[in-house]
């Protein structure tokens, strides 16, 4: 497996990482926990060295199930984990609000160290921004776990360039998370720059978008009844329809370089920074094998133009949270 360093820190992880959250929390029925560690297991017997989970997601129960995973093998991967909401064991969506106030922050890393095992959190993302809470006091408190030394990397989950900035004042950003791919190429117009200036990695999560671009997904296809997609606007049974316009182009280039529509969308993200690691999830072995094939692909100059040309001209249909929640994404 390939290595990358995240922007200008010296945190090196594997080209791809997991993300952790569809094991418990998410896309339909959580998987049973010997699968989920078994599987978390095969990635790392495969070369991935970083993974990501949230104490949002369960709540609780993925980072428990991360921790006990990873254990026999703890000081060869990096774990990032997150903090910021309100959580509420009750809510279908595991939190009532977001909470980044200092000693909310100091208090959700106790609970996060205690539940992956581990007495230092390699990389501590604010999940969203607080727009409560000075972003300069939150990299005051993350820089205050770094002190003590039960945090190693301070990072940012769908924060927009000025907020980043702001951050980096008060504690240098090592990565922010944010979705991007093919599907949803928003980042680059105001994130990726900033990121670039900064010396700040990227990690792009749903780099798959939420397994659309994969071909599985189908204007037919019925989800869980506490699947997330389902109240996705870009899920509707209509718009499904119409973004397949999208995935039929990846496919035509996955046939002519002999790869899976899936390889084809990470390979596209891994080749437009070094500093990139896209993180996608996946419950299943076969396909966590067929993700970790991305990373032998090798895209021309002109094939990553043609497929990034052709895929620009496609209009995405529908937005990829629902309203509630995109109002709290890019400030």
Not at 173 to 194: D, F, G, H, I, N
Request: charge should be positive; aromatic fraction near 8%.
């Amino acid at each position: 497996m390939q290595k990358r360093k995240l922007g200008k820190s010296n945190l090196e992880v594997s080209a791809l990482g997991l993300g952790c959250m569809g094991l418990s929390f998410g896309l339909g029925q959580p998987v049973s926990k010997e699968d989920g560690i078994a599987l978390i297991r095969a990635a790392f017997e495969r070369g991935v060295t970083f993974f990501d989970t949230a104490e949002v997601y369960g709540p609780y129960t993925n980072e428990e199930l991360v921790g006990e995973a990873v254990a026999p093998f703890r000081d060869q991967i990096v774990i990032a984990t997150k903090f910021g909401w309100k959580i509420d064991p009750n809510s279908a969506r595991g939190s009532s609000g977001l909470d980044s106030r200092p000693e909310h922050i100091k208090k959700v890393a106790e609970g996060s160290l205690r539940r992956l095992r581990t007495d230092v959190i390699d990389l501590f993302y604010q999940h969203r921004v607080d727009s409560e809470v000075p972003i300069e006091d939150v990299a005051g408190a993350v820089k205050d776990l770094i002190r003590e030394g039960k945090v190693k990397h301070f990072g940012l989950s769908e924060a927009g360039g000025k907020s980043s900035r702001r951050a980096q004042k008060g504690q240098p950003v090592t990565a922010l998370q944010s979705e991007y791919s093919l599907w949803w190429r928003e980042p680059e117009k105001e994130v990726l720059p900033a990121l670039e200036e900064l010396g700040i990695g990227f990690v792009p999560f749903s780099p798959l978008g939420k397994g659309f671009l994969t071909g599985a997904i189908k204007e037919d296809t019925q989800f869980e009844k506490n699947d997330f997609r389902n109240i996705v606007p870009r899920f509707t049974q209509e718009n499904r329809k119409a973004n397949q316009a999208m995935v039929d182009v990846i496919g035509r280039f996955a046939q002519r370089k002999k790869a899976t529509p899936a390889q084809i969308a990470l390979a596209w993200l891994l080749a437009q920074k070094p500093w990139i690691v896209p993180i996608p999830g996946t419950t299943k072995l076969h396909r966590l094998e067929e993700n970790l094939g991305a990373v032998r692909i090798e895209l021309t100059p002109e094939e990553l133009r043609e497929l990034a040309t052709t895929a620009s001209k496609i209009p995405v249909q529908g937005e990829r949270y629902p309203e509630e929640m995109q109002r709290l994404v890019g400030r």
